[in-house]
């Protein structure tokens, strides 16, 4: 249940804060969305004011004929949010409808649901920097910075290897071995180069759960060292005074976003030249599984997670790729070199072919999730039933 309510909610709120973004940008430039709704229809309920200046309640379906402006609405699927502002329209004469706004009006509305997402996760970082926020310890951490809880965590596990199958999983801390403590790594390495062969007790912290595993170090293929088959890295709780950590997480979330984008580029190209797929893709239910396990290490991780969510929405979102606003975009940059608009039909049907399409990607990597935390979801349906 936690798991369900965590994925519900950080959802909502990526989805609500793009909407908002559009809606915001295109009343400042002087349109009038049909409907600001929060979840998807069907409608809970909704308000507006009338064209006789007074303002009514409706549950109907659809479009409000005596609505003067817009309507804003709850509805019944709790999944985010959704503005209607007649971009897939004809426009006729109407000079404040989408179509008949300049290019870079339409370019700057279709763009800010993107922005507003880089923004979100811009504001999540800043505050966990203040409040304190999960990052690896090493030489470049401000010296004004305050660190506590500094632990040694498995940031990587490898397949088939020794910590695989003592089910060690990323995110874990090691607290000890055979009751000996470590402030770093290369005490570990050593500790296992020169057990190998030898069953080892380690103590596991897990969110708030204390595990006792055993596990012999052998030689990992990967590295030719000894080792369980783990990457472990020295973390702390950094915190930073509230003037410091307003420009450390603005630096942070464009490093992080140029980082992604990087990761899209590498991933994209292994696709097209046939190297394969050389990141791990995740698809809802995989996200799903992610956010179970972000949410049991605590609260500051689940906002950490969700402005990483945040940056990969925006820029996935602004691929130019028709049904995306990225695509948008880029039909109004050839708008704008052709001089012309494009036919409505043809950018309605190619947006809707590759929404399609996106649908079956979604479906295929889903399948693939299924296959992966397929024992993860057995194991939460029966908590919960």
Same mark, same amino acid.
């Given at each position: ?117 880089? @923004?979100? +996760? ?5 505050? %966990? !920097?203040?409040? #304190? $926020?999960?990052?690896?310890? &090493? ?121 992604? @984008?990087? +990761? ?5 190209? %292994? !696709?097209?030249? #046939? $190297?394969?797929?050389?990141? &791990? ?105």
């Amino acid at each position: 249940m936690l798991t369900l309510i965590t994925f519900i909610l950080v959802l909502s709120l990526l989805v609500f804060v793009h909407e908002l973004g559009h809606f915001v940008v295109a009343k400042k430039l002087g349109l009038i969305p049909k409907e600001f709704g929060f979840g998807f229809p069907p409608r809970a309920w909704g308000i507006y004011k009338s064209k006789d200046g007074t303002w009514k309640t409706t549950r109907k379906k659809g479009e409000v004929e005596d609505a003067a402006n817009t309507v804003y609405s709850v509805n019944w699927v709790p999944l985010g949010g959704f503005v209607n502002i007649g971009e897939d329209e004809e426009g006729e004469d109407d000079p404040n409808h989408f179509t008949n706004k300049p290019i870079w009006q339409r370019a700057t509305i279709l763009s800010a649901g993107v922005s507003m997402n880089v @923004i979100l +996760a811009m504001v999540l970082i800043i505050i %966990g !920097l203040m409040i #304190g $926020l999960p990052q690896m310890i &090493d030489e470049e951490i401000d010296p004004r910075a305050q660190v506590s809880d500094e632990r040694i965590q498995i940031v990587q596990v490898l397949p088939e290897s020794p910590a695989k199958q003592a089910g060690i999983k990323m995110g874990d801390i090691i607290a000890s071995i055979n009751d000996n403590q470590f402030t770093n790594y290369e005490a570990i390495q050593q500790y296992n180069e020169e057990h190998i062969g030898q069953g080892l007790t380690y103590q596991i912290k897990r969110g708030k759960e204390n595990m006792i595993m055993q596990i012999t170090p052998e030689i990992i293929e990967e590295t030719g060292q000894g080792g369980i088959g783990i990457a472990i890295a020295e973390v702390g709780t950094v915190k930073y005074p509230w003037y410091l950590a307003i420009g450390k997480g603005i630096k942070a979330t464009f490093m992080l976003t140029w980082i992604i @984008i990087v +990761a899209f580029y590498e991933l994209f190209k %292994g !696709l097209i030249f #046939g $190297l394969g797929v050389s990141a &791990d893709l995740a698809g809802p239910v995989g996200i799903a599984a992610i956010t179970g396990q972000v949410a049991r290490l605590g609260f500051i991780y689940v906002m950490q997670f969700t402005a990483l969510l945040s940056i990969n929405l925006a820029i996935i979102n602004f691929l130019p790729i028709p049904a995306l606003d990225g695509g948008r975009v880029f039909f109004l940059i050839i708008e704008k070199i052709r001089r012309k608009s494009m036919k409505r039909k043809l950018e309605a049907g190619l947006n809707q072919a590759f929404f399609w399409l996106l649908m079956l990607a979604v479906l295929i990597v889903t399948f693939r999730d299924v296959s992966r935390f397929g024992d993860t979801f057995r194991l939460y349906w029966d908590k919960m039933f």
